[in-house]
């Protein structure tokens, strides 16, 4: 199975486990804009495949999810969290305190954890036992 067959698997098996009530988007555009002259131009075509969410959630009590999913935690999994929060921030003026991240992996690494942790992302494990919060 390919990586992103994988992180697909991980997506759908996140929604039927996950217990958070809200609207579930997944492959979430998160709109770029760039100033062409006067005019400020949003888009949501340009870089289509880069700037996707893999799940984006609205939460019933009105607070935001973003979630990316990778079979192991790595690097550019919390590159795009941080990216796609202050994007979506920054297009819909909200506050940052409304947007949480969640990295979604099958494969924690060990020494990732705290530092994904340190800019407030929650790390979730799913694997044959299930769905859980890895926290320390």
């Known amino acids: 199975m390919t990586r992103r067959r994988e992180e697909k698997k991980l997506v ?10 809200g ?12 100033v062409d002259g006067d005019k400020v131009i949003v888009n949501t075509l340009s870089g ?15 607070k935001y999810i973003i979630v990316e999913a990778k079979t ?3 690097p550019s999994q ?4 941080l ?10 003026n909200i506050d940052l305190e409304k947007i949480e991240m969640i990295a979604l992996c099958k494969q924690e690494e060990e020494s990732l954890i705290k530092i ?6 929650k790390i979730n494990k799913l694997d044959k036992n299930g769905l859980f919060y890895i926290g320390r």
């Open 48 to 62: 289509i495949y880069s700037l996707r969410a893999d799940i984006f959630i609205t939460t019933d009590d009105g």
């Open 83 to 92: 990216c796609y929060r202050d994007l979506f921030a920054q297009m819909y």
């Open 72 to 74: 192991r935690m790595n």
């Open 23 to 34: 609207k579930y988007e997944v492959e979430k555009p998160i709109p770029k804009t760039r």
């Open 116 to 121: 994904f942790q340190k800019y407030g992302v």
């Open 12 to 21: 759908e098996e996140f929604i039927k486990k996950c217990n958070i009530k």
């Open 78 to 81: 919390l590159g795009q969290l």
